[in-house]
């Protein structure tokens, strides 16, 4: 079965920076798509960054937020710097293998529980 835990969460003031991580467990095969989400109370929840194949990111972290990915571990990253207010909600990581998935949508068949980022300005 399937695990991902994020980690690395905060609470930091804006301009501040934080690393979230995605450790996966549970399999052996690459995923066609892994991706940050993230919602805010009472908003829907919507992708940040995402690597299929191609890496995208939402307009509104353009430039300031980094996602990778160490194969060797099994472990999605995503660097944010430059935090805003605006920035804060639950980000969650997402991973799934099918081949017609859009990696922009939150119809992912993995999640993790999510990790709290809270921006104070």
């Known amino acids: 079965q399937v695990q991902l835990v994020e980690s690395g969460g905060g609470s930091v003031q804006a301009g501040g920076s934080l690393r979230l991580s995605c450790a996966a467990s549970g399999h052996t095969y690459s995923w066609m798509c892994m991706a940050w989400f993230r919602q805010a109370p009472e908003k829907e929840r919507e992708v940040v960054a995402s690597i299929g194949r191609s890496t995208y990111y939402a307009d509104s972290v353009q430039g300031r937020f980094t996602i990778s990915q160490d194969n060797a571990k099994n472990t999605l990253y995503l660097q944010m710097n430059s935090l805003k207010p605006e920035d804060t909600g639950m980000y969650y990581c997402?991973?799934?293998?099918?081949?017609?998935?859009?990696?922009?949508?939150?119809?992912?068949?993995?999640w993790g529980q999510g990790t709290q980022v809270t921006v104070s300005s």
């Open positions: 997402a991973a799934d293998n099918g081949r017609n998935i859009n990696c922009n949508i939150p119809n992912y068949r993995n």
